[in-house]
Nanobody, 132 residues
Framework: QVQLVESGGGSVQAGGSLRLSCAAS????????MVWFRQAPGKEREGVAA??????????YYADSVKGRFTISQDNAKNTLYLQMNSLKPEDTAMYYC???????????????????????WGQGTQVTVSS
């Protein structure tokens, strides 16, 4: 019953900004891991940013390639995950997906959190295209 729906993708010029959203439904867990992945043609899917959400707070993680430019956040009341992307570069062009895991993922290592094979709940993806 878990459903994830991404939105907010589009086409922008280099240096521009986009804000992606991932609306989650079908679960009531208070502890979860939600991650933004991206995949460009001919390349492997890679973790971009992760939010480990638990009662009382959250922890965030970022790929080195996006640190200082992207910010992951969540609205717990709306069950929505966001990715604010600033200073976009052509190499950010990709299909962006959100994924979710529940419960014990709070104690996973950082590398495990950012590994696609550990997630079985995925959104349909939203395309981001950055032109030079």
């Amino acid at each position: 019953q878990v459903q994830l729906v991404e939105s907010g993708g589009g086409s922008v010029q280099a240096g521009g900004s986009l804000r992606l959203s991932c609306a989650a439904s079908g679960y009531t867990y208070s502890s979860n891991c939600m991650v933004w992945f991206r995949q460009a043609p001919g390349k492997e899917r890679e973790g971009v940013a992760a939010a480990v959400i638990f009662t009382g707070g959250s922890t965030t993680y970022y790929a080195d390639s996006v640190k200082g430019r992207f910010t992951i956040s969540q609205d717990n009341a709306k069950n929505t995950l966001y990715l604010q992307m600033n200073s976009l570069k052509p190499e950010d062009t990709a299909m962006y997906y959100c994924a979710a895991a529940f419960g014990g993922c709070r104690f996973w290592t950082t590398s495990t959190i950012m590994t696609p094979s550990h997630y079985n709940y995925w959104g349909q993806g939203t395309q981001v295209t950055v032109s030079s």
